[in-house]
């Protein structure tokens, strides 16, 4: 039975339909101009039909934001335009904050979609969005525990200059990194990309900080330190639930050399003259198999050479085209734009790949991180 047949069987009309969940609900045609407003979008957030009805979304009214600050009114950022001028529905929920007639900021999960006339051509679009106050207090304040999980050494060593840049998906992540100095010339880091995102993969992530307290006698010892937290993974996850990949180094600035250990993650980047290249290293993710084995990689790092780390969200883009990134996309746009070794360097590449994909947002979790031995 096709749709129209199933809409002509109904006893209620679309309006009646509209008006009865409880979810806010508003249409827009393609000037992105309000031509519904349903009453729980009233209810959620202050604003009246009649104040709304023939007015752009962005003029003065929701004034959508993401969990970063960031405005999402812009044609190319909001998530509503794209959905229509992309004739692509939303896959995954986002959280977005949206002003309420009052001022105050409301976290919301947004939908978007497009909405075609008989002949499949674009009329218009539609925004389904869903209160998260409750929740999105409590996330925060686990957002601020799961960063204290994650410290970072000071920037002081005039031989070492390093950037990181983390981004959930959501307002807690799955992804863990860390780095520590562990004498006057080694340092020790790690990244790893929990299966998923969101809370569940936030909790095993924060459970990798307790696991790389517990064995630091063997950080120095890149092999074994992986394959003891693999097997103190296996012991927590069952039954295949989730997994970790990740990537192990130990960097030693005085013998000029970075030992590499990894564990299903994607390809990391070294940069030595300006030219990229992809540096793969064997070892199954961690939670699989409690006896795998995690062969070291010793490579060289001479001044001014580099390494580029990553999760999985940095390569895992699509452009319009459904063609993904990749590690040989992410390593272009290195040998383009330079190491990014710098905050600023870091947001700049950030922009780049985003500028590649078909989205306004990662759809996963992205960590970066870069290190560079200064002569």
Same mark, same amino acid.
């Given at each position: %039975?096709?749709?129209?047949?199933?809409?002509?069987?109904?006893?209620?009309?679309?309006?009646?339909?509209?008006?009865?969940?409880?979810?806010?609900?508003?249409?827009?045609?393609?000037?992105?101009?309000?031509?519904?407003?349903?009453?729980?979008?009233?209810?959620?957030?202050?604003?009246?039909? #009649?104040?709304?009805?023939?007015?752009?979304?962005?003029?003065?009214?929701?004034? +959508?934001?993401?969990?970063?600050?960031?405005?999402?009114?812009?044609?190319?950022?909001?998530?509503?335009?794209?959905?229509?001028?992309?004739?692509?529905?939303?896959?995954?929920?986002?959280?977005?904050?949206?002003?309420?007639? @009052?001022?105050?900021?409301?976290?919301?999960?947004?939908?978007?979609?497009?909405?075609?006339?008989?002949?499949?051509? &674009?009329?218009?679009?539609?925004? &389904?969005?869903?209160?998260?106050?409750?929740?999105?207090?409590?996330?925060?304040?686990?957002?601020?525990?799961?960063?204290?999980? %994650?410290?970072?050494?000071?920037?002081?060593?005039?031989?070492?200059?390093?950037?990181?840049?983390?981004?959930?998906?959501?307002?807690?992540?799955?992804?863990?990194?860390?780095?520590?100095?562990?004498?006057?010339?080694?340092?020790?880091?790690?990244? #790893?990309? $929990? $299966? /998923?995102?969101?809370?569940?993969?936030?909790? !095993?992530?924060?459970?990798? +900080?307790?696991?790389?307290?517990?064995?630091?006698?063997?950080?120095?010892?890149?092999?074994?330190?992986?394959? #003891?937290?693999?097997?103190?993974?296996?012991?927590?996850?069952? @039954?295949?639930?989730?997994?970790?990949?990740?990537?192990?180094? *130990? *960097?030693?600035?005085?013998?000029?050399? &970075?030992?590499?250990?990894?564990?299903?993650?994607?390809?990391?980047?070294?940069?030595?003259?300006?030219?990229?290249?992809?540096?793969?290293?064997?070892?199954?993710?961690?939670?699989?198999?409690?006896?795998?084995? !995690?062969?070291?990689?010793?490579?060289?790092? /001479?001044?001014?050479?580099?390494?580029?780390?990553?999760?999985?969200?940095?390569?895992?883009?699509?452009?319009?085209?459904?063609?993904?990134?990749?590690?040989?996309?992410?390593?272009?746009?290195?040998?383009?734009?330079?190491?990014? @070794?710098?905050?600023?360097? %870091?947001?700049?590449?950030?922009?780049?790949?985003?500028?590649?994909?078909?989205?306004?947002?990662?759809?996963?979790?992205?960590?970066?991180?870069?290190?560079?031995?200064?002569?």
């Amino acid at each position: %039975m096709t749709w129209q047949n199933r809409l002509k069987n109904l006893p209620y009309t679309a309006e009646q339909i509209l008006e009865g969940i409880n979810q806010g609900l508003y249409v827009t045609d393609l000037e992105r101009k309000i031509v519904y407003w349903n009453e729980a979008a009233e209810r959620i957030t202050g604003w009246s039909a #009649a104040e709304v009805m023939g007015r752009p979304c962005s003029d003065n009214i929701l004034t +959508h934001t993401d969990k970063d600050g960031r405005q999402l009114c812009g044609k190319e950022s909001c998530p509503l335009y794209r959905a229509m001028v992309t004739d692509s529905r939303s896959t995954v929920p986002s959280l977005v904050y949206a002003r309420k007639k @009052d001022g105050g900021l409301l976290p919301v999960q947004v939908s978007v979609a497009p909405i075609r006339n008989g002949l499949g051509t &674009v009329i218009g679009g539609v925004e &389904v969005f869903q209160d998260l106050s409750h929740q999105a207090r409590d996330l925060e304040r686990a957002r601020q525990i799961q960063a204290l999980s %994650m410290p970072l050494p000071a920037s002081d060593d005039p031989r070492l200059r390093w950037a990181c840049h983390y981004a959930a998906h959501d307002i807690v992540g799955g992804d863990y990194f860390t780095m520590e100095r562990l004498d006057q010339d080694r340092y020790a880091f790690l990244l #790893a990309d $929990m $299966m /998923g995102h969101g809370v569940a993969a936030a909790l !095993y992530a924060m459970h990798l +900080h307790s696991l790389w307290e517990s064995n630091r006698a063997l950080l120095s010892r890149p092999a074994a330190f992986l394959a #003891a937290l693999n097997r103190n993974l296996c012991q927590l996850v069952r @039954d295949g639930e989730s997994f970790a990949t990740c990537l192990y180094g *130990l *960097l030693d600035l005085k013998a000029g050399q &970075v030992n590499l250990c990894g564990a299903g993650g994607p390809s990391a980047i070294m940069l030595q003259g300006g030219k990229p290249r992809l540096l793969k290293l064997a070892g199954m993710p961690l939670g699989v198999l409690p006896e795998s084995d !995690y062969p070291s990689c010793p490579i060289s790092l /001479g001044p001014e050479d580099g390494l580029l780390c990553y999760t999985d969200g940095a390569i895992e883009l699509a452009d319009a085209d459904g063609t993904l990134l990749g590690s040989a996309g992410l390593a272009s746009l290195v040998a383009r734009h330079g190491l990014p @070794d710098t905050e600023t360097k %870091m947001e700049r590449l950030a922009e780049e790949m985003l500028r590649f994909s078909n989205n306004i947002r990662f759809p996963d979790d992205l960590t970066m991180l870069a290190v560079r031995r200064l002569a």
